[in-house]
């Protein structure tokens, strides 16, 4: 993608978090990860970052996240895929990432994955290297199951390790509450969490097993745009995984049912619980009663736009 006169400032990119209205886990692959099926959501809680030309590849935070315990250096996804980039491209250089963070650190919601796609966008149009789409996309999955999501947006149904993606009919507007933990939660916890439960109830899943896939009242609710018909689809093989790691997410997902919600569910590995509600005085009832039991509850909507350039 080139970008005119990027070439002497900077580059903002906005990139979504995401919500998985389904996700089914199938076995576990050679590879380390699960074969999964899985509809995805970006919603309004955005990551912002701004490239500047630098010698080379750094990074820095700010907002309302906190992120002290984020590794600055090469383990940043952010500094990944500045560097993946120049290396593939040739692009000798680098880039200070300013990152603007919005989407709860560990917290199943793809928010490192969006700090690696918005960082892909801003980069090559920072160094005009050019790439299309599709390089985009092949280097995002490199990253990361959930980066090429974080580029594409929208809805889409994410198969494989969740990367290979087909985009999703979806009408209208979804209204969402959030309940954020402070306390993030493993991914791969969550899984191996989930694998000890299959192997305890000797439900392996062999190689023979057909691959999951999207159930089609997922799909039907979506194409409808029928928030009702989502709510009672919603659907997270690693909730009960979650819950059992975080038995206090229990509560929270109670207390939001019996209180206007129309359903919720453990978004991706966890710990946030993304309530679905009908409008958005609903969702404003919602959090508020869910700030005064003690929680932090953001209101988004979805679905919506993938990376995309802000300013330069
Ligand atoms: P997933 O995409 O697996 O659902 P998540 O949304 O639960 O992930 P992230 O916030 O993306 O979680 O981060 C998971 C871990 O990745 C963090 O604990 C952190 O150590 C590491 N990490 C590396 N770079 C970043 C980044 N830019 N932002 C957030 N976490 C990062």
Known sequence: ?????????????????????????????????????????????????????????????AGPIATEDLPTGNDNLAVRAARLLARETGHDGGAHLH???????????????????????ACDALWGTDCGRDDLLALGARLGADVPFALLGGTA????????????????????VLAVSD?????????????????RHSA??????PAPTVPDDVMHALRSGDAVALGEALTNDLQAAALQLRPELGDTLELGEANGALAGIVSGSGPTIAF?????????????????????????????????????
């Not at 050679?30 to 630098?54: I, N």
């Not at 149904?157 to 969402?176: E, K, V």
């Open 204 to 209: 392996d899943i062999s190689p023979a097993s």
């Open 1 to 61: 993608m080139t970008f005119e006169g990027a070439a002497h400032g900077s580059v903002t990119v906005r990139a979504p978090g995401k919500i998985n209205v389904a996700l089914l886990v199938g076995r576990l692959m050679d590879d380390g990860y699960h074969d999964v099926a899985t509809a995805y959501q970006a919603v309004s809680l955005f990551e912002d970052v701004r490239a500047t030309p630098a010698d080379d590849v750094s990074v820095s935070f």
């Open 99 to 121: 990152i603007t963070k919005r989407v709860p650190v560990a917290g199943g919601m793809g928010g490192g994955s969006a700090d690696a796609a918005a960082t892909l966008v």
């Open 276 to 312: 679905l509600v009908s409008d958005v005085e609903s969702a404003i009832d919602l959090q508020v009663t869910l700030s005064a039991a003690g929680h932090r509850a953001l209101r988004v909507t979805g679905p919506v736009p993938g990376a995309r350039i802000l300013e330069a």
């Open 157 to 176: 149904i994410g198969t494989g390790r969740g990367d290979q993606l087909s985009p999703a009919l979806s009408t209208g507007q979804f209204h969402w």
């Open 183 to 199: 306390t993030g939660m493993s991914t791969p916890s969550t899984y191996r969490a989930l694998d000890a439960h299959r192997e």
